[in-house]
């Protein structure tokens, strides 16, 4: 192995508060790499790709937690739901419905986030917060008995500037106050708060982060 994993996983460790878990982000990275996180004490894993998650999941340990952190095709959640610990990334009612869908087939409630799109970045994937408060406006969620939703998750922007960043993380964090007042009050799951990659995870912790998901400053860079 050409990669500290070990080491590196304890120094990302080391910088997290008690109470902020860490999904170790293994994408692309292969099972000798998982199992020496998973020997030093790691269980939650993040994974992008619903084949590639599949093949991991029927060679490692059965109590490892996986959480699917990529853009979810709704024809694709069939495959995940009889096993997936936390679905990330859900950015539409549609999807949300799919997940409750396959999680009743299977007999399960799935834990979910709702993703918000406030980078700056193009991209077609998470809800802007507008769509997001709509989302829960609308009611028809509450129908919705094998989904949990556990809180919020997001990217910031890939920049230098450290204060947008920052900036990003407060709306983000705000928006979950806000909506956890308005709709969860009463609901201790809804707790999450999914922010912080490798490049910002101390800013994110910073600005309120309960789980970051960190991959390169673990395992090194992916390679695709
Ligand atoms: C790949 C990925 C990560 C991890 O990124 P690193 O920069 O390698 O830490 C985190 N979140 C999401 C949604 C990702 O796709």
Redesign the pocket.
């Known amino acids: 192995m050409d990669y500290d994993v070990k080491g590196n996983l304890k120094k990302v460790l080391a910088n997290l508060p008690q109470g902020v878990r860490l999904v170790a ?1 293994s ?1 692309y990275h292969p099972n000798e790499y998982i199992m020496a996180a998973y020997e030093e004490g790691q269980r939650i894993f ?1 994974e ?1 790709h619903e084949q590639e998650l599949r093949q991991k999941v029927e060679s490692l340990p059965k109590d490892i937690r996986w959480h699917f ?2 853009h979810l095709q709704t024809n694709k959640v069939k495959y995940i739901a009889p096993y997936i610990s936390m679905i ?2 859900v950015d539409s009612f549609k999807l949300l419905k799919e997940v409750d869908r396959q999680a009743s087939k299977n007999g399960r409630i799935i834990d979910v986030l709702l993703e918000l799109h406030i980078a700056e970045e193009e991209t077609k994937y998470g809800l802007t917060p507008d769509s997001c408060r709509q989302l829960l406006a609308d009611g028809e969620w509450r129908d919705l008995k094998h989904v949990r939703i556990c809180g919020l998750m997001m ?1 910031a922007s890939y920049v230098e500037d450290v204060q947008q960043i920052r900036s990003e993380f407060q709306i983000a964090k705000n928006l979950f106050d806000e909506l956890k007042a308005q709709y969860f009050a009463d609901d201790p799951s809804f707790c999450e708060r999914s922010w912080g ?3 910002d995870y101390p800013i994110a912790v910073d600005e309120g982060s309960t789980m970051v ?5 673990i395992f090194g860079p ?1 390679v695709y």
């Open positions: 982000i994408k993040g992008s952190i990529g990330e990334a990217m990659m490798s490049h998901r960190v991959g390169t400053a992916r």
